[in-house]
């Protein structure tokens, strides 16, 4: 299946041209990183359950009318997307007060963000993804106004809806960073969503069932990562 020719490679996964010129094959292997790349593995199934958890979690925003490149699941690590003209940005939406906001800004963690916090940073781990404002956004040309108005409403529904399905399986939602791009000429959601782009914490518990696990070996990763997906997809 992913015969075609290789488009891209990320630090977690592969991209294959289709053979529609507007559609891909996104791979999702089982490397894992951190810190912009200076923390490396490979972990057995890592790879299949991003794909699942990702290729459920388009599946449920674009049923509740959110754009998404996601088309199809292939295979248990790799869907059919459609090939988006990326944008550099990673925007990350925050109700909980965690990570890079507690260590550079003195919100003490754990304090819940009502409205929640959007983000926006250029994705650029040689610069270790800068933070942006409006001005700095609009200056480079990296999207128009329009389409920030836009990026800014679907990362706000998209945070409801993720909240909403993890609050049902006991997951409080504290953040998640997402990537947008442009298919015929509109927005659309694509890049992942997994235990690698968001920050889950244990409703009853408090503990980490993402890669701050692998970030600051709080466990087993790997155990942590399979527990996400079980209680999502089953
Ligand atoms: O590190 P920080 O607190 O800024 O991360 C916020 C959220 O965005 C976390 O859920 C993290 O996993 C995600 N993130 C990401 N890729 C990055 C930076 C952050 O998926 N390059």
């Known amino acids: ?6 488009l891209y490679s990320g630090k977690a996964k ?3 041209a289709a053979e529609g010129d507007d559609e891909a094959i996104m791979v999702f292997r089982d490397d894992i ?3 912009d790349g200076g923390k490396k593995d490979t972990l057995s199934r890592k790879g299949s359950f991003n794909s699942r958890v990702s290729g459920f979690l388009f599946d449920y925003l674009g049923k509740a009318g959110i754009k ?3 088309v199809e699941m292939v295979n248990d690590t790799s869907m059919r997307v459609r090939r988006l003209e990326m944008i550099p940005l990673e ?3 925050r109700n909980i007060a965690a990570g890079s906001l507690v260590r550079n800004y003195p919100f003490r963690e754990g304090t819940p963000l009502s409205p929640p916090i959007i983000v926006m940073d250029y994705k ?3 610069r270790h993804d800068p933070m942006l404002n409006d001005d700095i956004i609009l200056a480079l040309g990296l999207v128009n106004a329009d389409e920030l108005e836009t990026i800014r409403q679907m990362a706000r529904k998209i945070n409801d809806l993720l909240i909403a399905l993890f ?3 006991g997951i409080t939602l504290v953040d998640f960073k997402i990537e947008f791009g442009r298919y015929n000429g509109e927005i659309y959601l694509g890049d992942e969503i997994s235990m690698d782009s968001m920050r889950l914490w244990d409703t009853s518990t408090g503990e980490s069932l993402d890669k701050d696990v692998y970030r600051f070996e709080k466990g087993d990763v790997m155990d942590v990562y399979r527990r996400v997906a079980e209680k999502i997809l089953d």
């Open 91 to 93: 925007v990350i939406v």
């Open 68 to 70: 998404t490149h996601f």
């Open 14 to 16: 592969s991209i294959y």
């Open 33 to 35: 990183t951190a810190f």
């Open 167 to 169: 609050d049902e399986v």
């Open 1 to 6: 299946m992913n015969s075609g020719e290789l």
């Open 124 to 126: 650029d781990d040689a």
